[in-house]
């Protein structure tokens, strides 16, 4: 029977990586950030996305092993 963890995890580390990578690679764009306060959202949420997506998936390798 599928884990649920592992497709929640998949979705959010491949959208975590991806969102950490525009928000580090717009960084230096003021006018992007400008309505922010010049902080950069994208980059943020990326990687709490990122560290949910792993730990979703580490939970499932904990689980199995």
């Known amino acids: 029977m599928l884990d649920i963890r592992?497709?929640?995890?998949?979705?959010f580390t491949v959208l975590g990586i991806?969102?950490?990578a525009y928000g580090i690679f717009t960084n230096a764009?003021?006018?992007l950030y400008s309505?922010?306060?010049q902080?950069?959202?994208n980059l943020w949420s990326g990687v709490c996305?990122?560290?949910f997506g792993l730990v979703m998936l580490i939970m499932v390798k904990r689980k199995k092993g």
Do not use: A, C
Not at 6 to 11: A, S, T
């Open 29 to 31: 764009s003021e006018t």
């Open 6 to 11: 592992i497709p929640i995890g998949l979705l």
């Open 49 to 51: 996305m990122l560290v």
């Open 18 to 20: 991806m969102l950490t």
């Open 39 to 41: 902080f950069n959202v």
């Open 35 to 37: 309505k922010s306060f």
